[in-house]
């Protein structure tokens, strides 16, 4: 395992609620990132973090935020669910980044669904 | 868009063959590439990688073999067992838009029988 630890791993929310997901990390590794996979889409990335409040915004950015106060946890927080994204969300860590060859290891998923 | 995407989404083997998982991608500047395996309810496991510079890389059971003339990339099981049924990904990392990104294929389900 790669001392990633996700919460909560499964939620079900309303519609219009905020939710945050944490992602806690003992590697002490640089790079985090959020990820959600949705069937027929793959894994697409929604932020990633390079460090210490740095952060940048992924392919599937819109209806998100992240914050990173520390190294160990990054957060994901969803301002106001929506029924489009439901879907399962992994956090993923790194020690380099993508230019240096990016072996990228995942967290267990949280499981979210907004009714 | 995906530059990455796998042959076939669904892979029957019987337990003790070998299994080939292919994956094909477009982009010719790719110059590192990472096999995942995802069981159910759990998140991708690394399984494997290889850089653009080798063909070939082993592992425990496990080769993958890159062809970059074709672009194509697959991920060999030998002896496969029970476990080794799951949804097996190939992730490539691109240059993009100035920037460095790891894109993901959609994957193919491996089912193993007994």
């Known amino acids: 395992d790669a001392g990633i630890t996700q919460s909560p791993r499964h939620k079900v929310t309303e519609t219009g609620t905020p939710v945050t997901l944490r992602c806690h990390q003992t590697e002490n590794h640089r790079y985090m990132y959020w990820y959600r996979q949705d069937p027929g889409h793959g894994l697409r990335l929604i932020h990633y973090?390079?460090?210490?409040?740095?952060?940048d915004k992924g392919e599937v950015s819109d209806g998100y935020s992240v914050s990173r106060s520390k190294t160990e946890d990054f957060l994901l927080t969803l301002e106001s669910a929506t029924s489009s994204q439901t879907s399962v969300y992994f956090c993923?860590?790194?020690?380099?980044?993508?230019?240096?060859?990016?072996?990228?290891?995942f967290g267990e998923g949280s499981w979210l669904t907004v009714v | 868009g995906e530059s990455v995407g796998l042959h076939l989404p669904t892979l029957s083997v019987q337990e003790g063959d070998n299994s080939i998982i292919n994956c094909a991608y477009s982009?010719?500047?790719?110059?590192?590439f990472i096999w995942y395996k995802q069981e159910s309810g759990k998140g991708p496991q690394f399984i494997i990688d290889i850089r653009s510079n080798m063909d070939k890389r082993q592992g425990q059971r496990v080769t993958v073999l890159l062809n970059k003339t074709v672009k194509h990339l697959s991920l060999q099981i030998a002896a496969t067992q029970p476990g080794d049924s799951a949804v097996y990904f190939c992730?490539?990392?691109?240059?993009?838009?100035?920037?460095?990104?790891?894109?993901f294929g959609a994957g193919t389900t491996v089912t193993v029988r007994a």
């Open positions: 973090s390079y460090g210490v409040k740095d952060t």
């Open positions: 993923a860590i790194s020690e380099h980044g993508a230019s240096s060859g990016n072996t990228i290891y």
């Open positions: 982009n010719s500047a790719s110059d590192y």
């Open positions: 992730a490539e990392n691109i240059y993009e838009a100035g920037d460095y990104k790891l894109s």
